[in-house]
């Protein structure tokens, strides 16, 4: 879906899913049960959350690259889940559908510390952003009621064997709006996180806007990096004085806007150390090395540079496992060359 969503109205899909009490028994979501979409005028006396606000002022030309094509990256099963019906969180066991999307987190506090930044941050709740993507809300209800209730029927190991053969809750084309809905939350938040968002360019931008959507509030832990890109002539109150705030040469970067190459793999590299670059490797890559100025230049050529750096994160044994298990395989192909070789000596005997 590639126009915002107007303020004042919600695309309201009719004929929502039934589900029975029995999980087991959950009827499977089918693009006819959806109906025809319809809007529906909204009464002056309803309040519009921030979140249908934030909606309906984005404009895809407020950045410099192609929403569509980030949503389509964030999509790809390569980076991301892709499932049809609400799914634990494998860490925290939270409800999540589609791509990741949370669905029952609440509105959250998100002060914005940076005094020289005026851009706020928005963390609404899921119900809100379900709204914001034009859904009504009693869907939201009756697929967070049968999750809770596989929940409470189900261990972990059920929940990995029935995740990919789930009956669908949600159709791809609902699953993308989320992703956009997402996506656009990211851009907003990274205005709050970068001063000089509307000065990067257009390949930089979607880095950012990646960073907070695959990170969100954890952003705020990479104290270096977000040290880094919001340095100026003048940095920070807060950060004059401390080593945060000379990170860069005043010299290899003066302005925001005119740094130079060597600023940039500053930048590069204060996002190269974290465990996410290492834990996620192949998307940290692909990432960090649009931050490079001239990654629109050669797209394959900045990604090898980041590449080169960020090296697989390697694997640590305990004092004498490794040296102990190499010998015993090294012990047993013995045993078996040296039975092979009496074996084939008695055969011969016999031939004999």
Same mark, same amino acid.
């Given at each position: ?23 087991? #028994? ?93 851009? /706020?941050?928005?963390? /609404? ?11 009504? /809300? ?13 929940? #409470? ?37 990274? !205005? ?40 100026? @002539?003048?940095? @920070? ?28 793999? $500053? ?13 996620? !490797? ?35 044994? !305990? ?19 040296? $039975?092979? $070789? ?11």
């Amino acid at each position: 879906m590639s126009k915002p969503i107007c303020v004042v109205a919600f695309i309201l899909f009719l004929g929502t899913c039934a589900w029975s009490q029995s999980p087991s #028994e959950a009827a499977p979501f089918t693009p006819a049960a959806t109906g025809a979409a319809q809007s529906l005028q909204v009464p002056s006396d309803v309040p519009i959350s921030p979140a249908t606000r934030m909606m309906g002022e984005f404009k895809d030309s407020d950045v410099k690259f192609n929403v569509n094509e980030l949503v389509d990256i964030l999509r790809d099963r390569r980076h991301e889940g892709w499932v049809l019906a609400a799914y634990p969180d494998p860490r925290t066991g939270q409800p999540l559908i589609g791509a990741g999307f949370s669905l029952d987190l609440p509105e959250r506090e998100h002060p914005q510390t940076d005094p020289l930044n005026p851009h /706020p941050f928005l963390e /609404p709740s899921s119900a809100d952003l379900w709204q914001a993507a034009g859904f009504d /809300p009693g869907r939201l209800d009756d697929i967070l009621k049968v999750f809770y209730e596989r929940k #409470e029927m189900w261990s972990k190991r059920t929940w990995r064997r029935q995740l990919y053969s789930l009956p669908a809750q949600i159709s791809d084309e609902d699953a993308t709006q989320l992703v956009r809905v997402g996506v656009i939350q990211a851009i907003y938040n990274a !205005r709050a996180y970068c001063r000089s968002f509307d000065a990067l360019t257009g390949p930089q931008q979607m880095a950012m806007a990646q960073l907070v959507y695959q990170m969100g509030v954890n952003l705020e832990h990479f104290n270096e990096f977000l040290a880094m890109i919001n340095f100026s @002539a003048e940095p @920070a109150p807060e950060l004059q004085g401390t080593d945060s705030a000379t990170f860069a040469d005043a010299d290899a970067a003066p302005a925001f806007g005119n740094q130079t190459p060597e600023y940039w793999q $500053g930048v590069q590299r204060s996002l190269m150390g974290s465990q996410w670059a290492h834990k996620y !490797r192949t998307r940290a890559i692909a990432v960090i090395a649009m931050l490079d100025p001239a990654y629109g230049d050669d797209p394959s050529a900045a990604e090898q540079r980041v590449g080169a750096v960020l090296r697989p994160s390697v694997v640590h044994r !305990r004092h004498g496992h490794g040296a102990a298990g190499a010998r015993r395989v090294a012990t047993n192909a013995h045993h078996r060359r040296a $039975g092979k $070789g009496r074996a084939a000596r008695a055969h011969n005997r016999r031939r004999v």
